[in-house]
C-alpha cells in the first residue's frame, strides 16, 4: 500500500515538473514558424548606485531622480534612496559599523527614511525622495560626510529610472563640477582615462547593494602592459556598503595614462572612477561601453580646448583603428591623427589638440583591418590657464529605444545627437520642472554621418531641474551626451554625461504549453 501510494506520489511530481516545463517552451518545430515574435514589457524593479560624492568641504551636490512613463507599468510601485555604510576602509568605529550595518540592511523598505535617520544621527529625510513617474525630484547635501546611496524603485517607478548627482566645489583639487548618473550594480568595469600622475588624485568607487559581500579584483595597465600590485586583488565590500581605494595605493608606479579594469568575483557592485585634478578640476569616469571593434564617443563640446584619447584592448592582438569625427556637416579625418595603433594589454594615450575647432563633434572609431575589441574613452578640457576644467567622455552604446538625462537647467544644458551610420529621426522630451512647469517635446533629424547640437525643448514656466528623454523614431543608431555648465563664471566648469538606453523594457518571449511531450 505504501509502495503504490509512493509511486502515485511519484508519478504526480513528474507530471507537475513536466507540465510546468511545457508551459513555458515553446512548442516544436512542425515545420511552420508559428510562434510569435517576442514581446518587449517593461522591467519591474531597478537598482541604482551613486558613490559618496566629495571629500571636500566646499562641496554642494544636486541629487535629481527621475522615471519616465512608460506604457504597460503596473501602477503600484515605489523608489528610495537610502545611505550606504562605509566599509573598513573608511576607517570606521566598531560600533559605527554594526549601526551602519543593521540600518543600511532595510534599504529598500518603505521605513527607509527613519533608517536614515538612525544612520547620519541628523535627519531622517533622505537626498532626495523620488516622484511619481513623469515628475523629477530634487533634493541637496552639503559637505565632505555626504554618503553613498543605494536606491531601489519597482513597478512603475522602475522603467528606465535615472538619478543623476552633480557636485559643484568652489576650490581646491577636483574644483568645478563633477557629475555622474547613479549606476546599476554588475560585474565588470573599464576605465580608460584614469591617471597616477604628479598632479591626480584617482580614486575608485565599489558599493555593494546586496545582503552578502562582494569580492573585487582591481587591475591596472599602462602603457607598457599590467602594472604589478597585489593590494587590488580580492578586495573585500561588505554587504549595503562602499569602498573607495585610491590608486596610487595600488601602484607607486607613475601613468599619465590608466585603464583600470573592476572584476567581480563574487557578487555585484557599483563602481565609478574619481578623477581630481590640481590644475584643470575633475570629474567622474564612468565605465566604457563593452570592449567592440566600433566604437563612438559623443558630442565633444564645440570649445574644447584639449582632447585626449585614451584606449586599452584587453585581448592578445593589437588593434588598428581609423579616427574620425562626426561633425556638423559630416564625417571627417582629423589631420595627423587619421589612425591609431593599440598594443595589446598597453593603454595608448593620443593628444587630438582642439579637434572640434569650434563645431560639435563626436569620435567615431572603426577597425582599418581585421576587428580587435576595444575601450575608449576621451579627457576633455575646457577654457585656458587658471579657467581650466575637465571632463570625461567614454565610448558609449547608443540611445536605442529612450535614454534620459536627469538633471538639466536653463540656459545651462546642451544636448548632443550623433547618427554615425544611417540618418535618423529623434524625438526630445522635456518633464516638468522640480518645482514646476509644462512638458514640451521636439523631434530632430539627424544626417548620417553628423552630429548636432540640439536646442532641446525646455519646459513653459520652468522652475527648477527638469529630464530631457530622448527616443529614437526612426533610422540608424542615435549616440547623445548631455554638457552641462557650472554656475562659475570665472571658470569654464561644466560635466558630461552619455545617454545609453535606459533598458526600460526587456524582452520576454511568447511561448504556449505543449502537454505533446509528456507523450515522448
Given at each position: 500500500m505504501?509502495?503504490?501510494?509512493?509511486s502515485l506520489?511519484a508519478c504526480?511530481?513528474a507530471l507537475a515538473?513536466?507540465?510546468g516545463?511545457?508551459a513555458?517552451?515553446?512548442p516544436?518545430d512542425s515545420?511552420t514558424?508559428?510562434?510569435?515574435?517576442?514581446?518587449r514589457?517593461?522591467?519591474e524593479?531597478?537598482?541604482l548606485?551613486?558613490?559618496a560624492?566629495?571629500t571636500?568641504?566646499?562641496a554642494e551636490t544636486?541629487y535629481?531622480?527621475?522615471?519616465?512613463v512608460?506604457?504597460?507599468?503596473?501602477e503600484?510601485g515605489?523608489?528610495?534612496l537610502t545611505p550606504?555604510?562605509q566599509?573598513?576602509?573608511?576607517?570606521d568605529t566598531e560600533d559605527?559599523k554594526k549601526?551602519?550595518?543593521?540600518?543600511d540592511?532595510k534599504?529598500?523598505?518603505k521605513?527607509?527614511d527613519?533608517?536614515d535617520?538612525?544612520?547620519?544621527?541628523?535627519s531622517?529625510?533622505?537626498?532626495v525622495q523620488?516622484?511619481?513617474p513623469?515628475?523629477?525630484?530634487?533634493g541637496k547635501v552639503?559637505?565632505?560626510?555626504a554618503p553613498?546611496?543605494?536606491?531601489v524603485?519597482?513597478?512603475?517607478h522602475a522603467p528606465?529610472?535615472?538619478?543623476?548627482?552633480?557636485t559643484?566645489?568652489?576650490?581646491?583639487?577636483g574644483?568645478?563640477?563633477?557629475g555622474?548618473n547613479c549606476?546599476?550594480?554588475?560585474?565588470?568595469f573599464?576605465?580608460p582615462?584614469?591617471?597616477?600622475a604628479?598632479?591626480r588624485?584617482d580614486?575608485v568607487?565599489?558599493?555593494?547593494p546586496?545582503?552578502?559581500?562582494a569580492v573585487?579584483?582591481?587591475?591596472?595597465?599602462g602603457?607598457?602592459?599590467?602594472?604589478?600590485s597585489?593590494?587590488?586583488?580580492?578586495?573585500?565590500?561588505?554587504?549595503?556598503s562602499?569602498?573607495?581605494?585610491l590608486?596610487?595605493?595600488?601602484?607607486?608606479v607613475?601613468?599619465?595614462?590608466?585603464t583600470?579594469h573592476v572584476g567581480v568575483?563574487s557578487?555585484?557592485v557599483g563602481?565609478?572612477?574619481?578623477?581630481?585634478d590640481?590644475k584643470?578640476g575633475g570629474d567622474?569616469?564612468t565605465t566604457a561601453?563593452?570592449?567592440?571593434?566600433?566604437?563612438?564617443?559623443?558630442?565633444?563640446?564645440?570649445?574644447?580646448t584639449?582632447?585626449?584619447l585614451v584606449l586599452?584592448t584587453p585581448?592578445?592582438?593589437?588593434?588598428d583603428?581609423?579616427?574620425?569625427?562626426?561633425s556638423?556637416?559630416?564625417?571627417?579625418?582629423p589631420?595627423?591623427h587619421?589612425t591609431v595603433?593599440?598594443?595589446?594589454?598597453?593603454?595608448?594615450?593620443v593628444?587630438?589638440?582642439?579637434?572640434?575647432?569650434?563645431e560639435?563633434?563626436?569620435l567615431?572609431?572603426?577597425p582599418t583591418?581585421?576587428?580587435?575589441?576595444?575601450v575608449?574613452a576621451?579627457?576633455v578640457?575646457?577654457g585656458?590657464g587658471?579657467?581650466q576644467e575637465?571632463?570625461?567622455?567614454?565610448a558609449?552604446?547608443?540611445v536605442?529605444a529612450r535614454a534620459?538625462?536627469?538633471?538639466?537647467?536653463a540656459?545651462?544644458t546642451?544636448?548632443a545627437?550623433?547618427?554615425?551610420?544611417?540618418?535618423?529621426?529623434?524625438?526630445?522630451?522635456?518633464?516638468a520642472?522640480?518645482?514646476?512647469?509644462?512638458?514640451?517635446?521636439?523631434t530632430y533629424t539627424?544626417?548620417?554621418?553628423?552630429?548636432?547640437?540640439?536646442?532641446?525643448p525646455?519646459p513653459?514656466?520652468l522652475?527648477?531641474a527638469y529630464?530631457?528623454?530622448?527616443?529614437?523614431?526612426?533610422?540608424g543608431?542615435?549616440?547623445?551626451s548631455r554638457t552641462l555648465?557650472?554656475s562659475d563664471d570665472?571658470?569654464?566648469s561644466?560635466t558630461?554625461?552619455?545617454?545609453p538606453?535606459?533598458r526600460?523594457?526587456v524582452?520576454?518571449?511568447?511561448a504556449?504549453?505543449?502537454l505533446?511531450?509528456?507523450?515522448?
Amino acid at each position: 500500500m505504501k509502495r503504490t501510494t509512493l509511486s502515485l506520489i511519484a508519478c504526480a511530481t513528474a507530471l507537475a515538473a513536466v507540465t510546468g516545463f511545457a508551459a513555458v517552451s515553446a512548442p516544436a518545430d512542425s515545420g511552420t514558424d508559428t510562434a510569435a515574435p517576442a514581446a518587449r514589457l517593461p522591467v519591474e524593479r531597478t537598482s541604482l548606485l551613486c558613490p559618496a560624492p566629495s571629500t571636500s568641504d566646499l562641496a554642494e551636490t544636486a541629487y535629481t531622480s527621475f522615471t519616465p512613463v512608460t506604457k504597460g507599468t503596473d501602477e503600484k510601485g515605489g523608489a528610495s534612496l537610502t545611505p550606504a555604510g562605509q566599509g573598513a576602509a573608511a576607517q570606521d568605529t566598531e560600533d559605527e559599523k554594526k549601526t551602519d550595518g543593521k540600518d543600511d540592511g532595510k534599504s529598500g523598505d518603505k521605513d527607509g527614511d527613519k533608517t536614515d535617520g538612525k544612520d547620519d544621527g541628523k535627519s531622517a529625510k533622505p537626498a532626495v525622495q523620488p516622484k511619481a513617474p513623469g515628475t523629477p525630484a530634487a533634493g541637496k547635501v552639503s559637505g565632505a560626510d555626504a554618503p553613498a546611496l543605494l536606491g531601489v524603485a519597482e513597478g512603475s517607478h522602475a522603467p528606465g529610472w535615472t538619478v543623476q548627482q552633480t557636485t559643484e566645489v568652489a576650490a581646491g583639487t577636483g574644483r568645478g563640477l563633477q557629475g555622474v548618473n547613479c549606476a546599476v550594480p554588475d560585474t565588470e568595469f573599464w576605465f580608460p582615462g584614469a591617471s597616477t600622475a604628479s598632479g591626480r588624485t584617482d580614486y575608485v568607487h565599489l558599493t555593494n547593494p546586496d545582503d552578502s559581500a562582494a569580492v573585487v579584483d582591481i587591475e591596472l595597465y599602462g602603457k607598457d602592459g599590467a602594472l604589478k600590485s597585489t593590494v587590488g586583488e580580492g578586495v573585500t565590500v561588505p554587504p549595503h556598503s562602499s569602498e573607495s581605494l585610491l590608486l596610487s595605493t595600488l601602484s607607486d608606479v607613475e601613468q599619465t595614462d590608466l585603464t583600470v579594469h573592476v572584476g567581480v568575483r563574487s557578487g555585484r557592485v557599483g563602481a565609478a572612477v574619481q578623477a581630481l585634478d590640481d590644475k584643470t578640476g575633475g570629474d567622474w569616469l564612468t565605465t566604457a561601453a563593452a570592449p567592440a571593434s566600433e566604437l563612438v564617443l559623443p558630442g565633444i563640446p564645440k570649445d574644447a580646448t584639449g582632447v585626449r584619447l585614451v584606449l586599452f584592448t584587453p585581448g592578445g592582438a593589437d588593434a588598428d583603428l581609423k579616427v574620425r569625427l562626426a561633425s556638423p556637416s559630416g564625417l571627417i579625418t582629423p589631420a595627423g591623427h587619421e589612425t591609431v595603433h593599440v598594443k595589446a594589454g598597453m593603454t595608448t594615450g593620443v593628444d587630438l589638440g582642439e579637434v572640434t575647432r569650434g563645431e560639435a563633434g563626436s569620435l567615431v572609431l572603426t577597425p582599418t583591418g581585421r576587428s580587435v575589441p576595444v575601450v575608449a574613452a576621451v579627457r576633455v578640457v575646457r577654457g585656458k590657464g587658471d579657467e581650466q576644467e575637465s571632463a570625461f567622455i567614454p565610448a558609449s552604446d547608443p540611445v536605442g529605444a529612450r535614454a534620459t538625462s536627469a538633471d538639466n537647467r536653463a540656459k545651462s544644458t546642451t544636448l548632443a545627437l550623433s547618427a554615425p551610420g544611417e540618418a535618423a529621426e529623434v524625438k526630445v522630451t522635456a518633464s516638468a520642472g522640480t518645482e514646476g512647469g509644462t512638458t514640451a517635446t521636439k523631434t530632430y533629424t539627424v544626417k548620417a554621418g553628423t552630429t548636432q547640437n540640439v536646442d532641446a525643448p525646455v519646459p513653459a514656466n520652468l522652475k527648477g531641474a527638469y529630464a530631457l528623454t530622448v527616443e529614437t523614431v526612426s533610422g540608424g543608431a542615435v549616440y547623445a551626451s548631455r554638457t552641462l555648465t557650472g554656475s562659475d563664471d570665472d571658470v569654464s566648469s561644466f560635466t558630461v554625461q552619455t545617454l545609453p538606453d535606459d533598458r526600460g523594457t526587456v524582452s520576454v518571449p511568447n511561448a504556449d504549453e505543449d502537454l505533446s511531450v509528456l507523450q515522448k
